[in-house]
């Protein structure tokens, strides 16, 4: 302890110092107090220290355990969490893999594919939703759960079922009701094999040890517990959520499925049971076979659908099964032809087929009635009981009264039930629960989705039946041969080939202001020469007739054509051209003789003017020239003169010259007009765009472009291919071009290549063999193209040996590098050891020996049959029919090639190793006989029916008897009546039929110009005239006692007769009820009643019915009259859409009883109003006699729509076509005038548009210096009025405003009959769209800044031309014709809104 003091002592040395001894008391007292506190200091922070030590220590230690209380807390909670997800997800009861795997390999069509997807989409949304949720109740949003978020699907409507999976409404269902998977697996197998058993293992369950477990595959039960029981114990528990809260209204406590906790439940399982893959399957084909197709006539169809509608019977359809339209089911067909033998079931396929096409193409009609407007078409299946109300028939229930509740889904639910419910059965109440699930899914998912599927099907398979039957329209057109002049006819075309004759092709209008244009062409088609033939100028007359032969006699065609497109005009000008041919063809035939009455000086002076003219012509040359005339369908040929092609290879001619070049090409070759016609390629670059303007089929229209023209493509190859093509004339002429590209093998670029190329080495190809050599074509093209390539003797190859297999069928492998042509050749003419030589001379000699020697076979085989056939039965064998491949037998061919014995040579080139050539070595036999013989029949004619067609743009279907036309009596004779009626169709109504009474002469009932409605009684399609009647009976017959068109299919077997008939009875008693109230007079003045009607109108005591004055519902029949409002008829023209542009409807007016309002179309939603007066009224209901706009009479509805709309739409129409009018409104129009002016400030620019402000008017709009400015021009039947002025064309307006800009009027135009041909009269009045706006699309609707109604006055614009007088306000005056003109015929009245015209248009 020494020690230890000491050491301290030394350590307070080192802290204080050393001792100082000498230091005093105080100072040692005052350290050591220093000494003190610091120790207790130090004493202190020890003891701070240790405590927080020990503090430390213990949170360190409550840490830990919390901790590790956490992490046992977190994973019980987690593995919590994951039990709720997996119990609501309920992958088991949905979704098993191997299954679904082995059921996607078994399948074959889309859809089933397409059910597979939804069904994994529908499940896919609902786990996700489930998964959300626990993420969201587990606390964690991640970024993941927020990219799913904006990955959600954009089906709104599974927003209901997202969340009730996600309040583990899954789960809860599954627990009395089946999977739906294997609901699906149960169905199928019940539904295909009769059966299912309950101890099926699915794929790779086999080691499970519930594997076969029958319970797996019965449908859970909950017991001891009703519905309502079950669900509320679930819903105290907090298992079951309500999906919607209770509310006290009556509305809620009357609807119990409003406050059904299971509704949730109910409409889970139902999703996705309606959404599994195989329910779908099964209940599709249920479906197929149960559905069935109802039309019904809309409020238009029925008033406009009759006995003589083209839609007549397509519009009470009821009930008709879907099946017919499809393929019959294999599983039945099989059974049917199982008691069938060959024979029997080739008819059963073609009756099938037939019924199926025929079903297709009447659902095509359907669909082109509804697109109308006139139809409403409905797939469903059979409804429960009767739809129809108490007071309505069946085809005027609501919609409401025909909904999928009402539809009968036995079949489905007998279907389900023995799958979805207990086999050990369950109580009513859990039963009606699952049955509730199942309607839910067939009502509200399963059946609209299986009748959008049927009507997509329907259209699908009818589509493609149209654009067969199209396509084989165009393949009858294409195998239409060459025209065959009639000198001809008396040879067949196999012993006298028609060749290539000269033909004039002749083009006249029915516009007499357009001239006719006859065009010769040579035998290759090229023009010329041609004659143009002035408008209003007769064949008859003496200088053109002498023009006409000149021109014959110089071209000497072997016939001449007439196109068809005159219409009836065509046959007159066909019979003046025959009486000219005759003479041209005798002043030819005896240029060479003498006159009987000519002296030698005249006869020396006529043959040297003859030289002269004829210089070509030699006095040797003593040909008899024979020439006929025939009319021809110019369909193509009008195509040909208005389209691009024809412009560019004749740019400088006029249309009808082109189409009378065209008229002869088609007469020649129609195959090669067809082809040309495929040439030409629109602005996109598709081929074949012409084609669709051609009227190929009725049917079309309906049918898809692309479809069609793949369709049209096929046909032209195969016709081509069977035809051949001429390789020198398609590579030298353009209008035989085409061809090369329908050659298998080419198209249009190596068609294009090929003509380059042959160009090139001089434009002449002298054999195949030379394709090759000169390589103008691969090896590959030359073998697959070279058999379809003609080479045939032309002018440059005069001098060429040419081989005869060139023109064949006969590929070069079978005569150049095989030589089996020349073996068969060699043996058949039995030249023995000479056939070693192996020159090409030699060979091609002898082919053309054997060649010629089959041809002189067929000669004699054509003479034996004709002196047989006319022993037998006298002279009437039919020349032209001959054909040796069919009429003559095997055993009668007696040339040298019908000695050999080509199996055996087959057999041997086969035992060699060079394969089956038999089908080679036949047809080497018969390209001897008929190289490449041409299966087109010659071009006939038309006649009868065709030609009545053809000529007058009408059929049985638009002519029939008992139909209503107009016309105009040409004519009175002593037998009746001649009228012309539209499309220049003559008509005759004999006397007989003038009247119900006796009739001694015809200007007793009519007069000539007279304009009469009458009924046709027949069609002489042959004497193309049609028989009319006057009589009254003939107009009170009902349609159903005229005979129905033969051209229309027969009425289908659920064409409800019964109610067509009561539809009729209505109409026949609103139509009496009209003629009871009409007294229907023609004549004007005369008085004469139709159908010796001697009553008045009021019911037949000789006195006038007394005028009330009061506006009143008229009695008129006309198709094109409502009796409507201003609104509804608006409202029927918009919703018509752009079918209506250009007709008008006639309602009476709200103005007076003695006024009625046409509304006009004159574009799309612009609307025209146009007051019309009435004079010379029998009754308020009746309809004037003498129809007045502006001091302008019509006689009738016809003529008002005849004589004024008619004439409107041309001149709009030419508006539209005008080159310097365009479809913009007026202020862009204006900007572009600003444009253009900025771009060139010394040019005057001025365009053509509609005017917003005045319907019906358009807008001269131009610019001379800063400011756009603007003249309104008028629309009338005359022509263009501007400036007090009517022009009949909008040229000559334009000329008149260049140079008269400013339109300011002169002294002269200021007369009171010009003034009072602007001023507005207070009779008419326009219609428009709610906007007010130009409406030619309702894209443009939003674009425009004007007001909805108003039309306030335009100001009076001062320019330097002076002041420019507005418009008039309101709508145009309808510029009536001047005073003591002649009344205008040759109108079109527009047919009724949907109803088949009864004259062409």
Not at 796 to 807: I, K, S
Request: overall charge negative.
């Amino acid at each position: 302890s020494a020690d230890g003091d000491k050491e301290n002592d030394d350590d307070d040395d080192d802290l204080f110092g050393e001792d100082d001894d000498e230091e005093d008391e105080a100072t040692k007292a005052t350290k050591e107090k220093q000494k003190a506190s610091l120790q207790s200091h130090l004493d202190t922070i020890t003891t701070l220290l240790q405590t927080q030590s020990e503090q430390v220590a213990r949170l360190d230690a409550a840490y830990h355990e919390a901790e590790a209380a956490a992490a046992a807390t977190s994973r019980g909670e987690r593995s919590n969490l994951i039990a709720a997800l997996s119990k609501k997800l309920c992958r088991d009861k949905l979704w098993h893999y191997r299954d679904y795997n082995e059921y996607v390999s078994s399948i074959l069509e889309y859809r089933h594919v397409m059910d597979i997807k939804g069904y994994l989409n529908l499940i896919k949304e609902g786990n996700q939703a489930i998964r959300k949720k626990a993420s969201t109740l587990g606390g964690a949003s991640s970024s993941k759960s927020s990219k799913d978020k904006n990955k959600r699907s954009k089906r709104f409507d599974w927003d209901l079922y997202r969340t009730c999976v996600s309040e583990g409404l899954r789960d809860i269902c599954y627990r009395f009701v089946l999977s739906p998977f294997r609901v699906g697996i149960k169905l199928e197998e019940t539904h295909n094999k009769n059966g299912f058993s309950y101890e099926r293992i699915l794929p790779g369950d086999e080691n499970k040890p519930d594997a076969g477990e029958p319970r797996q595959w019965m449908t859970p039960k909950i017991e001891d517990a009703n519905p309502q029981e079950f669900a509320s114990e679930l819903v105290g528990s907090g298992e079951l959520v309500l999906l919607s809260t209770a509310r006290d209204d009556a509305d809620w406590q009357d609807n119990p499925e409003m406050n059904d906790p299971l509704k949730g439940c109910r409409y889970v399982a139902a999703m996705e049971l309606a959404h599994e893959p195989r329910i779908r399957r099964v209940l599709r084909a249920i479906y197929r076979s149960e559905a069935v197709i109802t039309t019904r006539p809309t409020s238009k169809g029925l008033g406009i659908i009759d006995g003589f509608h083209e839609y007549y019977g397509l519009h009470l359809l009821r009930n008709k099964p879907v099946k017919e339209h499809f393929p019959m089911d294999a599983a039945e067909l099989e059974k049917r032809r199982a008691r069938l033998n060959a024979e029997e079931v080739k008819e059963l396929d073609a009756e099938l087929k037939l019924k199926e096409t025929n079903s297709c193409i009447q659902y095509l009609n359907m669909l082109k009635a509804e697109r109308s407007g006139d139809i409403s078409i409905h797939v469903h299946l059979p409804f429960v009981g009767d739809v129809s109300g108490n007071d309505k028939p069946w085809y005027k229930c609501e919609l409401e009264n025909l909904g999928r509740d009402r539809q009968d889904v036995g079949k489905f639910m007998e279907a389900l039930e023995r799958v979805y419910f207990p086999a050990d059965n369950d109580t009513d109440e859990w039963n009606d629960e699952r049955r509730k699930i199942l309607k839910m899914a067939l009502v509200n998912y399963l059946l609209p989705q299986f009748e959008a599927e049927t009507r997509r099907d329907l259209k699908d398979v009818s589509t493609k039946v149209g654009v067969e039957a199209a396509a084989q329209t165009l393949r009858d057109m294409a195998m239409e041969g060459p025209y065959r002049p009639s000198h001809l006819l008396g040879e067949n075309r196999f012993i006298v080939p028609t060749g290539d004759v000269p033909i004039v092709g002749v083009c006249s209008s029915n516009d007499p202001k357009d001239g006719t244009f006859l065009a010769a062409v040579n035998g290759r088609g090229e023009l010329t020469d041609h004659l143009a033939i002035p408008g209003g100028t007769s064949i008859t007359s003496e200088k053109i007739r002498e023009k006409v032969i000149t021109f014959l006699m110089q071209t000497r065609p072997a016939a001449v054509v007439v196109g068809s497109g005159a219409g009836v005009g065509c046959k007159l000008t066909a019979r003046r051209l025959g009486e000219v041919i005759t003479q041209a063809t005798e002043r030819w035939n005896n240029r060479l003789i003498q006159g009987q009455d000519e002296d030698d000086e005249d006869f020396e002076a006529r043959m040297q003017t003859f030289r002269l003219m004829h210089s070509n012509i030699d006095d040797d040359d003593d040909e008899v020239w024979k020439c006929n005339v025939d009319i021809v369908d110019d369909n193509v040929a009008q195509l040909f003169g208005r389209s691009v092609r024809g412009k560019k290879e004749f740019p400088d001619m006029a249309v009808n010259l082109k189409v009378a070049i065209a008229t002869a090409r088609w007469a020649k070759d129609p195959l090669g007009e067809l082809a040309y016609t495929w040439s030409s390629a629109s602005d996109a670059g598709v081929f074949g765009t012409e084609m669709l303007f051609l009227n190929i089929h009725p049917l079309q229209r309906l049918l898809p472009k692309p479809m069609l023209l793949r369709e049209y493509e096929r046909v032209l190859c195969d016709v081509t291919a069977s035809v051949g093509v001429d390789l020198n004339g398609a590579c030298t002429y353009d209008h035989l071009h085409g061809l090369l590209t329908f050659v298998p093998g080419l198209g249009p670029r190596k068609a294009n290549n090929l003509k380059q190329s042959v160009s090139r080495i001089g434009g002449v190809v002298s054999s195949r063999k030379s394709l090759l050599v000169k390589r103008l074509m691969g090896p590959i093209v030359y073998n697959n193209s070279v058999a379809f390539l003609r080479i045939r003797a032309t002018d440059h190859l005069q001098d060429q040996l040419l081989h005869p297999l060139d023109d064949s069928r006969c590929h070069p492998d079978v005569y150049h590098r095989n030589k089996w042509a020349i073996k068969i050749a060699v043996d058949a003419l039995e030249l023995g050891d000479s056939a070693s030589n192996d020159s090409e001379d030699y060979a091609i000699t002898a082919l053309r020996d054997v060649m010629q020697n089959s041809r002189d076979e067929i000669e004699r085989l054509f003479n034996a049959t004709k002196a047989e056939w006319e022993a037998h039965y006298g002279p009437t064998f039919n020349v032209g029919a001959w054909d040796p491949r069919e009429a003559v037998p095997a055993e009668s061919w007696r040339d040298k090639v019908e000695e050999l014995d080509l199996e055996t040579f087959a057999e041997m080139i086969e035992e060699n190793g060079n394969g089956k050539w038999l089908t080679h070595l036949t047809m080497i036999k018969w390209e001897f006989r008929l190289p490449f013989e041409d299966p087109r029949k010659p071009m006939e004619p038309p006649s009868g029916e065709k030609l009545f067609r053809l000529l007058t743009g009408e059929s049985d279907v638009t002519l029939c008897p008992g139909k209503e036309v107009t016309g105009k009596v040409v004519k009175n004779g002593d037998f009746g009546s001649q009228v012309k009626l539209e499309g220049d169709v003559p008509g005759f109504i004999p006397l007989r039929n003038l009247a119900d009474d006796h009739v001694e002469a015809a200007e007793d009932i009519v007069s000539v110009g007279t304009i009469v409605t009458a009924i046709i009684t027949e069609v002489k399609m042959d004497h193309m005239c049609v028989d009319l009647s006057l009589k009254m009976e003939d107009f009170k017959k009902k349609s159903s006692q005229w005979g129905r068109p033969q051209s229309l299919p027969p009425l289908d077997d659920f064409f409800d007769r019964e109610a067509a008939f009561k539809i009729d009875e209505e109409k026949e008693k609103e139509r009496e009820s009209r003629l009871r109230a009409l007294r229907l007079t023609i004549g004007g003045s005369s008085g004469t009643k139709i159908g010796g009607d001697s009553h008045d109108a009021d019911g037949g005591d000789g006195t006038q019915a007394p005028r009330t004055g009061k506006v009143t519902r008229r009695a008129c029949a006309h198709p094109a009259f409502r009796n409507a409002s201003h609104s509804e008829v608006d409202r029927e023209l918009k919703e018509a859409g752009d079918a209506m542009v250009g007709e008008a409807l006639i309602r009476p007016s709200n103005r007076s009883c003695d006024s009625l309002a046409i509304h006009w179309m004159v574009r799309p939603g612009c609307i025209k109003v146009i007051e019309v007066h009435e004079e010379d009224k029998d009754t308020d209901a009746s309809i004037g006699n003498r129809l007045i706009i502006k001091k302008e009479v019509y006689g009738s509805i016809d003529e008002l729509l005849g004589r004024y709309i008619a004439p409107m739409n041309d001149r709009v129409e030419e508006i539209q076509h005008h080159r310097k009018f365009t479809d913009k409104l007026e202020d862009e129009l204006d900007t572009q005038l600003y444009d253009m002016k900025k771009a060139n400030p010394n040019g005057v620019f001025y365009f053509i548009c509609w005017s917003e402000s005045y319907p019906g008017y358009i807008s001269l709009r131009f610019i001379m210096s800063r400011t756009a400015r603007n003249h309104t021009i008028g629309i009338s039947p005359e022509g263009f009025a501007w400036n007090g002025k009517t022009f009949n064309n909008l040229d000559k307006l334009l000329n008149e405003f260049k140079k008269n800009p400013s339109g300011a009027r002169t002294p002269q135009h200021r007369s009171s009959s010009n003034s009072s041909a602007l001023s507005m009269s207070s009779s008419m009045s326009t219609s428009r769209q709610s906007t007010g706006v130009r409406t030619d699309d309702t894209s443009r609707q939003s674009r425009s800044r004007w007001g909805p109604a108003a039309m306030p006055p335009v100001p009076v614009t001062a320019s330097r031309w002076g002041n420019m007088p507005p418009p008039p306000a309101g709508p145009p005056p309808s510029f009536a014709r001047p005073d003591g003109a002649p009344p205008i015929f040759g109108y079109r009245p527009p047919p009724p809104p949907g109803a088949p015209p009864g004259f062409r248009q």
